[in-house]
Each structure stands twice: as structure tokens, then as C-alpha cells.
């Protein structure tokens, strides 16, 4: 039965192997992470290393009280939109269906945790078996085939996400899936519809992928011109019905019409604006031009008689920074341009164990001696990958595999919109669009490799 259902499926025995060894490492790290890092600290102004950091504590805490409310529409979204909208649900959910029990005794308990893990990697292999089915319809080569999706299975930077509650797993596999329908775009119209609210969840899982919907409208433009006019339409009606809904979730609540984030809104001036300061007003720290950013948004607060426990209000308080971020940063282009380009290099830099040191240094992981001493060998391994994804790109511009530049469209759209924040972990959705690169350029080097040394023996 079992052999009747992958011959239905069509997936080869090299797929199924490569999928089972991806499990069991998942099981080993698993296993590990777990028992390593589930203790609860004693004191409350600790993080359990599980949960290393605030905004997972936040999507914990979210999650937990969602798993305990009815599932009525007035409870989906009865706070803020503040951060990310579907992983504490998604995590609430998985909470009511597998027992997770969040907190017992008035402390965090794990228990559970693992049914989640193993939910969203499986999630991850479907999504990477429905992509592995689509290259082999449109005839690319087997060997860049697998290693693409050794690529996805195996690489460390893509991989540590199983192990935590960010949702990244669960945004990577949705995006994987988007992947399947740009490198074949559909010529019927229907299609689009299901593209369009696979894409309004992308952003529901993830907020940066916001203005993600542009990119199948450049290419439906570039493929099919006049004619694509139908699909895009189709595109955007679904993908505009979701985010109406969303909207509605919130005006119910604060009588404001809004879908971004609000995060959105003022994380110019909270992540990228103090950079900017700093070097402006010659300050000595980064602190010294954070705090004198803070004094500034809370004298606004305080002058316009803002009452922050009002969500209104809140909204009125975002906005007056997303202005005075945009004011600051117009005018001073040259300085915002270095600043905004030393971010982005910096989060070019790979970094495979992140989880794994965050978890064991916790914030203090950034200063630690650890993260300096393996910055060398970050660049290294950095720059071996890119090269290989450099010489990808050159074999598939000589070949002609023009699809494999859709993707390339997207890495783009989420390196621009991202990378100025500089965390490494903001580039990963770049870095997982590169996945064929990386196939063909490690088919591309051993061809050559091969070539050149049967050239070697025959002289």
C-alpha cells in the first residue's frame, strides 16, 4: 500500500531518502534542544533558553491565550496588530490539538513542544516534495533537482528554524510553495485566485512579505503582456479579500481601517533611525543615540496629551515616528545610503548556529567572545556559498533558464525591503530564493572539475 501511494505520488527513492535522513537529523536536534534547553529558570526576568528571546515569548504568551479563548471572530485578533499575525495562533492551534500545555503550575511547560516541531517540518516536506514534482515537470536536470533540494533539507541556515516557535518553518515552507507556481506560471486564470491567497498568507505568517504580491504581477507582465490582465486581476481579488478581512478585524476593535503591522509603521525609527543619529550628531554610542531618540517620541507623547493604553492612540504615536524617520532620513541621503548599506552587508554574513549560540549565551550572544572569534570563519563559509550561487547564476544565463529568475525576483524583493534592519536572521528568506543557484552552481563547478581533469589525463 505504502509503495502503491509514492509510486501515485511519483516520488523516487533518492527524494525518500533524502527526506528520511533530513528526519532523523530533525528527530537527533530535536531530542536535543529540547532536553538541553526546556529548563525554566528561577528568576522571572530570565527567558527559558527554548524561548531565547522577547518575541518569542511574546508568540508564546499570544499562543497560550489564544489555545484557552472560544474560536469566535471577535477573539481572532482582540488586541494590537502589532507584530506577525498567524504564528500565535498557528501555535495556539497546535496547542489545543496536541496538548501543549504552555504553562502549568504558573510556569512554562514544554510539554507537547516537539508535536509542534515535527507539525511544521512536516508542513516543510510537503511543501518541498510539491517543488521537487514541478522541476521535474518542467525537465531541469536531476542532478541540479536534488541538490536544490539537499539545499532545502540539509543547509544549516535554513534548517536551525525547526527547532524554535518564530514560524520561520512554517513562512519558508508557504514561500516554497509560491516558488512551485513562479517557475511554471499557470496559463489559465484560475490558478491566480489560490496564488493570491497563498500569498496573503505568506504575509499573515510573515509581515515582510507585504508588498510580496508585486512580484507575480512583474513576471505575469513580462510572460504573457496584454493577456495577463485576467490572471493579475484574479491575483488581486483574492489576495485583496483577505487583507479586507483583516482590516475589518481591525476597525471592529479600534474604528481604524488598517492591515500593516504596526510595527511597520515605527521600526524605521526604533531599528534603523539611531544609525543614522549616531553618526550625525557624532554621538559616542549607539545608546546615547537611542535614548535621545526615545526622549523625542516621548515628549511628542507627552505634548499631544497621547494616552498610550489607547490603541488609538498608539496609531497616532507610530505614525509621528514613521514621519520624523522618513524627515531625518531625506535629509541626510548620504548618510542613510552608508548606513542602510553597511546594515545590509552585515546581514549577508551567514550565521548556521544562531539558534544554537542564542540559546546557550542568550542576549548576551552578540558581545560574547564566541561571536567575534567566529566571525572569520562566518565570512569564509559565507563567501564559498556565494560563489557557488555566483557561478549558478552564470550557467543558468548561459543555459537560458530564465525561470530560475523569478526567484532571483523575489530574493531581491526581500533583500531590499529587509536587509536594512541588518539581522542575519531578516535573510534568510533571501538566501532560501537561491536555492537553484546553489543547485546549478554546484552541478556548473563539477562538471567543470570533471571536465578539466579528463583533459588533464588524456594529454
Known amino acids: ?138 525537465n531541469l536536470n536531476n542532478k541540479i533537482i536534488y541538490v536544490s533540494i539537499c539545499f532545502l533539507l540539509f543547509d544549516p541556515n535554513i534548517n536551525q528554524y525547526k527547532y524554535t516557535i518564530f514560524g520561520e518553518t512554517i513562512f519558508f515552507s508557504i514561500l516554497i510553495f509560491i516558488f512551485s507556481f513562479l517557475i511554471d506560471l499557470p496559463k489559465k486564470k484560475i490558478p491566480y485566485i489560490f496564488l493570491g491567497i497563498l500569498i496573503s498568507i505568506c504575509y499573515l505568517q510573515r509581515s515582510v512579505a507585504m508588498f510580496l504580491i508585486l512580484v507575480p504581477i512583474i513576471a505575469l507582465l513580462l510572460k504573457f503582456r496584454s493577456s495577463s490582465i485576467p490572471k493579475i486581476f484574479n491575483l488581486l481579488i483574492s489576495f485583496g479579500i483577505i487583507l479586507i478581512i483583516l482590516g475589518y478585524l481591525n476597525f471592529s476593535r479600534t474604528n481604524v481601517f488598517y492591515v500593516l503591522p504596526t510595527q511597520t509603521v515605527d521600526n524605521l525609527y526604533n531599528y534603523f533611525l539611531y544609525k543614522v ?13 537611542k535614548e535621545k531618540l526615545k526622549k523625542k517620541k516621548d515628549e511628542y507623547a507627552i505634548n499631544n496629551n497621547l494616552n498610550l493604553d489607547k490603541e488609538v492612540d498608539r496609531i497616532k504615536y507610530y505614525k509621528w515616528q514613521r514621519d520624523a524617520a522618513i524627515d531625518i532620513l531625506m535629509q541626510n541621503k548620504t548618510i542613510t545610503m552608508i548606513a542602510a548599506l553597511k546594515s545590509s552587508l552585515h546581514s549577508t554574513l551567514l550565521n548556521p548556529t544562531e539558534i544554537l549560540s542564542k540559546r546557550i549565551y542568550g542576549k548576551n550572544y552578540y558581545k560574547s567572545d564566541l561571536h567575534q572569534k567566529t566571525i572569520k570563519f562566518r565570512i569564509l563559509y559565507s563567501l564559498s556559498v556565494y560563489i557557488i550561487i555566483f557561478f549558478g547564476f552564470i550557467y543558468s544565463v548561459r543555459k537560458k533558464l530564465h525561470f530560475m529568475h523569478i526567484l532571483l525576483l523575489v530574493a531581491l524583493y526581500f533583500f531590499t525591503i529587509s536587509s536594512w534592519v541588518g539581522y542575519t536572521r531578516y535573510f534568510v528568506p533571501t538566501y532560501l530564493c537561491l536555492s537553484l543557484y546553489f543547485g546549478s552552481g554546484v552541478f556548473y563547478l563539477n562538471s567543470f572539475f570533471k571536465k578539466t581533469i579528463n583533459n588533464y589525463l588524456h594529454v
Open 1 to 138: 500500500m505504502t509503495k502503491n501511494l509514492f509510486s501515485r505520488l511519483n516520488l523516487d527513492k533518492t527524494l525518500l531518502l533524502l527526506i528520511f535522513l533530513s528526519f532523523v537529523i530533525f528527530n537527533i536536534s530535536s531530542y536535543f534542544h529540547i532536553t538541553k534547553f526546556k529548563e525554566v529558570p528561577s528568576s522571572s526576568n530570565e527567558f527559558p533558553k527554548l524561548l531565547s528571546s522577547p518575541p518569542e515569548m511574546n508568540i508564546w504568551n499570544k499562543a497560550y491565550k489564544f489555545k484557552n479563548k472560544d474560536l469566535k471572530i471577535s477573539n481572532i485578533q482582540d488586541y494590537e496588530y502589532r507584530h506577525h499575525f498567524l504564528p500565535p495562533k498557528i501555535l495556539g492551534l497546535a496547542g489545543k490539538f496536541f496538548g501543549i500545555e504552555f504553562y502549568e503550575n504558573n510556569k512554562i511547560s514544554f510539554k507537547g513542544i516537539y508535536k509542534f516541531f515535527l507539525f511544521q517540518t512536516i508542513f516543510f516536506y510537503l511543501s518541498v516534495i510539491f517543488f521537487y514534482k514541478k522541476l521535474k515537470s518542467i
Open 277 to 289: 543619529e549616531k553618526k550625525r550628531h557624532n554621538f559616542k554610542s549607539e545608546i546615547e543615540a
